[in-house]
């Protein structure tokens, strides 16, 4: 399995969601395709926190929004359960959405200017004809559960609650369908960082409660290293990546993962070293279109590692450590010399 890119999928039980070899391409002018996810294979455990994380542009909306078939994906499979997701029509489609939720960067434009809150929250419900007094308790339950207080968000409207708050009310409108996994879609980028970390708990805590999955997307390592069990770097359309937070952060593999982490600002200075290494890398800021992306390995054009064989092969991911892999011909090691690939 190692050879074809899909070593770090698991053979177990508790797969909650399988994408394998998915694509997504936007036909945007006359031969003119934007390769926006690329031969994508994962697997979602039951219970677990997957994070996705690459710099903007590389992938994670799309990845996210077709594993909802919003759209659907050029080719490949999503697997949820036993259902091939890709081959539903829409109102199954539909149906499926209930177990699947997704919460998006931005809370304010989520909810409709004109719409009391409680009325948000309680549309997912209302739709499937739940009884009115049932909806009534279940909309308490989860403004309660996401730490509002059900008497004052009363029928106030968005414009009258922070962004934190608004946050919030996109969860608990999330909770009230009783999902399986909620795809966060960089759900506190748009956020004050003084509230950033409580979205982040509260999400953790609702993970807890009811039992939830979650892809957490981020553009930021720092922001999904807590909370992930697993996170997986993507760099235009394809991952390069994959491991445990501690692991990762200890061991980054990929020229890219570390690249990331260089960017995450230092306590002293606020700023990041990849400022520095950018300036001494004069291709690190020429980055590629994912119209027309790199042959071979997709970072090599800004890789300091990458040779001839970068251009000519892509890499497939492989087994760097018991829950650790890499897409990389020469991934660095953690003392400098080229790490050993685990064979296949
Ligand atoms: N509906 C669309 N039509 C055309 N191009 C799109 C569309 N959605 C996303 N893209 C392009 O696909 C690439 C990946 O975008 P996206 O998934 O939003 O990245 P990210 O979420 O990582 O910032 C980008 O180049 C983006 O411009
Ligand atoms: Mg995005």
């Not at 994962?42 to 994380?53: C, F, I, M, Q």
């Not at 697997?79 to 931005?106: A, F, N, P, S, V």
């Not at 007094?133 to 004052?152: M, W, Y």
């Amino acid at each position: 399995m190692a050879g074809s890119g899909k070593a770090h999928l698991r053979n177990r039980s508790d797969v909650l969601l399988r994408v394998e070899d998915l694509v997504v391409e936007f036909n945007t002018g006359p031969g003119q395709v934007v390769h926006a996810v690329s031969n994508i294979s994962l697997d979602v455990l039951k219970g677990e926190t997957v994070g996705v994380v690459g710099e903007s542009g590389c992938g994670k909306s799309t990845l996210g929004r077709a594993i909802l078939q919003l759209p659907k994906p050029t080719s490949g499979s999503v697997t949820y359960g036993d259902t091939d997701l890709t081959k539903l029509g829409e109102e199954e489609m539909r149906r499926t959405r209930r177990d699947l939720q997704m919460i998006l960067q931005d809370p304010i434009s989520s909810l409709n200017p004109r719409r009391k809150v409680r009325d948000a929250v309680a549309e997912g419900l209302q739709v499937w004809g739940t009884d009115k007094r049932q909806v009534s308790g279940k909309v308490d339950e989860v403004i309660t559960a996401v730490g509002l207080r059900p008497e004052v968000v009363g029928s106030g409207r968005p414009s009258q609650f922070s962004g934190g708050q608004c946050q919030r009310i996109c969860i608990a409108r999330a909770l009230i369908l009783d999902p399986k996994m909620i795809i966060c879609d960089e759900p506190v980028s748009a956020l004050d960082v003084s509230v950033q970390a409580q979205i982040i708990n509260l999400l953790d805590d609702m993970k807890e409660r009811y039992g939830l999955t979650l892809i957490f997307i981020a553009h930021d390592l720092a922001v999904v290293k807590n909370i992930s069990d697993r996170v997986v770097v993507m760099y235009l359309g394809k991952i390069c990546e994959v491991g445990g937070p501690d692991d990762l952060f200890a061991r980054p593999m990929h020229h890219y993962t570390k690249l990331l982490m260089d960017s995450i600002p230092q306590p002293q200075t606020g700023v990041g070293d990849a400022h520095k290494w950018s300036q001494d890398n004069s291709a690190a800021v020429d980055l590629p279109s994912p119209m027309s992306p790199p042959s071979g390995c997709r970072f090599r054009t800004r890789c300091p590692a990458a040779t001839s064989l970068c251009a000519e092969k892509e890499p497939q991911l492989q087994q760097v450590g018991p829950d650790h892999f890499v897409a990389c011909h020469f991934p660095r090691g953690s003392d400098g010399r080229d790490a050993a690939l685990i064979p296949d």
